[in-house]
């Protein structure tokens, strides 16, 4: 019995689950200031908003990848949404802080649909068409977090802090509800348990290591504390290395990563993700930050958001030019060049930044850096794995880019609290300066790893058609 062909609206509802999902998740960003002072807390307890949904993000990818990966993918893609719909309004109701970062901690969850988006591309759609999709899906977290800056920063300015939440959850509702319309059903008639003790184990690893990232500066980063809870953190994550190479049916299969071709894409990614939240953190501050007597530009919320959205549209057309480029030059050529185009807007932030201008050229390079590398990294992930096992190996990847990203927003706030000086609100120049030098110097060597350590020898896959 022959399939039925996919329907017209499911390409761009898959689009459009991946936007959503990638806009809902920075919601949390742009307006901390917002929360802390509308909820009366202290600014690092409103940061919370940010670290708890890409801790649950984390956390919540393999399990919503590994769900989905049989039959209940379509069922598991619904009620995921409907949990990121309760979230925004846990968010948006005047509850106190507690409640806004529950839900957005329930919002987390929606972090794991992307790899489940692209097993359905790749299962209901063929050719090019499956490939360019597959490729558009991968950077929608980038484009997405472009669109989310702005948009929350223009409602909470219009409306406040939780009007920006109450659009969130319609928009996630109207998500929802299309997804139930378009999405078909998934053809694989099996699907594996779920490896409860290897999400456990993932789950403790993943929140002690990215806690002890996040309350390093509250705790003194040499305190008995902070270090004891991340080696707790990294014991508990070797653990569940192990338990996942000797269980049946593991949770994430590292026995797919094995191998250069999966290695050059898993490891870029927590690299990339991780060069991308430095700018992603300290861009939005430089911008806010008075300008009497510092660096800052004296921007509003939302011109730091719209700071933001050159990025947004370079990381569409960074994706396409990787097509291009994999077509000329082969898909081992694009996560090099694309590390160091991103690479260069870091040089750009460390020597042009004074100006609202200067700052929308930096984040238009990194976007097209970022944007190619996003679009490079299924073509080689998927090209090393079988379709059954999609959900499971994109899903590895998508966890180490949020884990990217925790880190990265990490160190930036690290950096700049550093450089703000003894009865200062904010950070001084050599701040940015440091952000800009880590930054390259990641860049580099994400560019270094991807170039060396993939072997070049059998057929090309096509990156992102």
């Known amino acids: 019995m022959t399939a039925a062909p996919p329907s017209r609206g499911l390409v761009p509802v898959l689009l459009f689950v991946g936007t959503v999902v990638a806009v809902i998740s920075s919601l949390g960003a742009p307006l901390i200031p917002s929360i802390a002072a509308s909820t009366g807390a202290p600014l690092p307890d409103a940061q919370w908003a940010l670290t708890v949904t890409l801790l649950v993000g984390a956390v ?23 949990v990121v719909t309760l979230g925004g309004v846990l968010a948006a109701l005047p509850l106190g802080l507690g409640w806004l970062v529950a839900g957005r901690g329930l919002q987390g969850v929606g972090l794991g649909l992307t790899p489940l988006a692209i097993a ?28 989310g800056y702005p948009l929350a920063g223009l409602v909470a300015e219009l409306g406040g802090v939780h009007a920006a939440f109450w659009a969130g959850a319609a928009v996630s509702a109207t998500a929802l509800v299309a997804a139930a319309l378009a999405l078909p059903p998934s053809r694989v008639v099996s699907g594996r348990p779920l490896d409860a003790v290897g999400a456990v184990l993932l789950g403790a690893g993943l929140a002690g290591a990215l806690l002890a990232l996040d309350q390093g500066r509250a705790w003194g980063w040499t305190s008995p504390l902070t270090w ?52 992603l953190v300290s861009v939005p501050v430089l911008v806010q930050a008075p300008r009497a007597g510092g660096p800052g530009l004296g921007g509003s919320v939302l ?34 060049v694309a590390a160091l185009v991103q690479a260069g ?47 499971s190996a994109t899903s590895l990847n ?6 990217g990203f925790a880190v990265g927003s990490a160190v930036a706030a690290t950096v700049l609290a550093a450089a703000t000086a003894g009865g200062a609100t904010e950070p001084g120049s ?18 270094v790893v991807a170039w060396l350590l993939p072997v070049r020898s059998g057929g090309q896959v096509p990156v992102g058609r």
């Open 398 to 403: 998508q966890v180490l880019r949020y884990v």
């Open 228 to 279: 004891g809870l991340a080696a707790g953190s990294v014991l508990v994550l070797a653990c569940w290395g192990r338990w996942e190479l000797r269980t049946p049916a593991p949770l994430v299969d590292l026995r797919l990563a094995r191998g250069r071709v999966a290695a050059t894409a898993h490891s870029a990614a927590l690299l990339v993700g991780f060069s991308n939240y430095l700018l």
């Open 60 to 82: 919540a990818t393999p399990v919503v990848g590994r769900l989905g990966d049989g039959p209940r993918r379509r069922g598991v893609v619904l009620a995921v949404l409907a």
């Open 120 to 147: 359905t591309a790749r299962e209901a759609l063929q050719g090019d068409r499956q490939r360019s999709t597959v490729a558009a899906l991968s950077i929608t977290v980038v484009a997405g977090l472009g669109l």
């Open 345 to 391: 807007a870091f040089v750009l932030f460390g020597l042009l930044r004074a100006e609202l201008w200067q700052v929308f050229l930096v984040m238009g390079v990194a976007g097209l850096g970022v944007g190619a590398a996003f679009a490079a990294f299924p073509a080689l992930v998927l090209s090393t794995v079988p379709p059954s096992e999609t959900g």
């Open 430 to 447: 050599g701040g940015y300066v440091a952000i800009a030098v880590v930054g390259a110097a990641v860049c580099l060597v994400t560019a």
């Open 303 to 336: 011109v730091a958001g719209l700071a933001l959205l050159p990025f947004s549209a370079a990381s569409v057309l960074g994706g396409r030019l990787a097509r291009v480029l994999a077509d000329r030059a082969g898909r081992f050529v694009v996560l090099p």
